[in-house]
């Protein structure tokens, strides 16, 4: 399959919008692991959309450093942005492996780590990382 960049970059934002709307809906029925998820998702697609700007993204929950690796690419007034972003993305990586497995070895299950206070903090920087990536694809398209 050959890379276009263009349908990346849309494929990437529309699978970020969709696990934000994902989240959302999974804080209002009090699924606080599945606010998380899909919070993490939505973030991790978020800076995927931004990368695919510039190089094909890799399959890694955490595309923080990859973000940093093409900073330099983007306008001057835009990178302060990619950074906050990289640093949401760095953040929520780790609630991949957490939402998926708990954590093993203190015998917690994903649902036992999760409350509304975490799903919410969660979800308002997926928040944020979704309007970084609209900024940014906003800016590089004109």
Same mark, same amino acid.
């Given at each position: 399959?050959?890379?276009?960049?263009?349908n990346e970059v849309s494929y990437r934002a529309r699978l970020a919008a969709r696990y934000l709307e994902e989240a959302?809906?999974?804080?209002?029925?009090?699924?606080?692991?599945?606010?998380?998820?899909?919070?993490?998702?939505?973030?991790?697609?978020?800076?995927?959309?931004?990368?695919?700007?510039?190089?094909?993204? %890799?399959?890694?929950?955490?595309?923080?450093?990859?973000?940093? =690796?093409?900073?330099? &690419?983007?306008?001057?007034? /835009? !990178?302060?942005?990619?950074?906050?972003?990289?640093?949401?993305?760095?953040?929520?990586?780790?609630?991949?492996?957490?939402?998926?497995?708990?954590?093993?070895?203190?015998?917690?299950?994903?649902?036992?780590?999760?409350?509304?206070?975490?799903? %919410?903090?969660?979800?308002?920087?997926?928040?944020?990382?979704? =309007?970084?990536?609209? &900024?940014?694809?906003?800016? /590089? !398209?004109?």
């Amino acid at each position: 399959m050959k890379f276009n960049p263009a349908n990346e970059v849309s494929y990437r934002a529309r699978l970020a919008a969709r696990y934000l709307e994902e989240a959302e809906d999974a804080l209002r029925r009090r699924d606080y692991r599945g606010a998380v998820a899909s919070s993490q998702l939505s973030t991790e697609n978020s800076a995927k959309a931004v990368i695919a700007l510039f190089s094909i993204p %890799s399959w890694s929950h955490d595309p923080s450093h990859e973000l940093l =690796e093409v900073l330099h &690419m983007l306008p001057e007034n /835009m !990178r302060r942005l990619a950074e906050e972003l990289a640093e949401i993305a760095r953040q929520l990586a780790p609630e991949h492996g957490r939402t998926t497995y708990g954590e093993p070895v203190k015998r917690l299950t994903p649902w036992d780590i999760y409350d509304e206070e975490s799903a %919410s903090e969660a979800l308002s920087k997926a928040t944020r990382a979704q =309007e970084i990536m609209n &900024m940014i694809l906003s800016k /590089m !398209r004109t």
